[in-house]
């Protein structure tokens, strides 16, 4: 069965103070790791799709980077918009046509002015 | 280009009652998921649908069920509400096994 598990469950931060969340997997094969933003009461965003180890990508003061067993969310210089739920899922290729998405619990970012 | 839109936004049912919600894809997409997050938890599947077809069912009761539109919209029952149901009911539409983006959700609490 496929596993998610983000850590940590919480993160506090002053602005400017860049960090890392981690996102650690466990499945048959994987097809794909995605990184979705979620604010209070709102649908998840999404931000990135990784597909295999030493792939990187970065959006604005975020950079996603995966091994074959973890990612890493750099969050650099943040800003209090920074703040939300950051939820990692991944697809796994065992799935077939079942492209369904096991997700993490999610790690709650808050950053301080 | 408008994203993936649900309805309703918030939604009170009482014990055993029945609910739909429903979800227009984004323009394009065919596949269309539906996922339960309950407070503090992520998403977790219940159902995946692509040209009309199930292709996935996550571990849920009987008492869910789903359908998918000849326009790829799609609808979620549930039936005979327990408290235990209420949670955010997210419906995510992908071109096919690409990125899903998730529409803004509907709130369901069960009294």
């Known amino acids: 069965e496929d596993q998610v598990t983000q850590s940590p469950e919480a993160l506090r931060l002053q602005e400017g103070e860049s960090s890392s969340l981690n996102c650690s997997y466990t499945?048959?094969?994987?097809?794909?790791l995605f990184w979705y933003r979620q604010d209070p009461g709102k649908g998840p965003e999404f931000l990135f799709t990784l597909y295999s180890a030493g792939e990187e990508k970065e959006k604005e003061r975020l950079k996603a980077t995966l091994t074959k067993k973890e990612s890493f969310l750099h969050i650099t210089a943040p800003k209090p918009e920074d703040s939300a739920t950051y939820l990692c899922a991944v697809q796994d290729i065992s799935g077939g046509s079942n492209y369904k998405l096991t997700f993490g619990k999610g790690t709650l970012l808050t950053v301080n002015p | 280009d408008a994203g993936v839109t649900q309805s309703p936004t918030h939604l009170i049912k009482t014990r055993g009652q029945h609910v739909t919600l429903r979800c227009s894809p984004i323009?394009?997409?065919?596949?269309v998921s539906w996922y339960q997050q309950v407070l503090g938890q992520g998403p977790q599947f219940i159902f995946q649908y692509y040209e009309k077809e199930e292709r996935g069912r996550g571990n849920f009761p009987d008492r869910f069920s789903a359908r998918q539109f000849p326009n790829y919209s799609s609808e979620l029952n549930v039936n005979a509400l327990l408290l235990g149901d209420s949670a955010l009911y997210l419906c995510a539409s992908s071109f096919y096994g690409s990125e899903a983006f998730f529409g803004q959700g509907t709130r369901l609490t069960v009294v």
């Open positions: 499945v048959s094969g994987l097809r794909g």
């Open positions: 323009s394009g997409h065919k596949s």
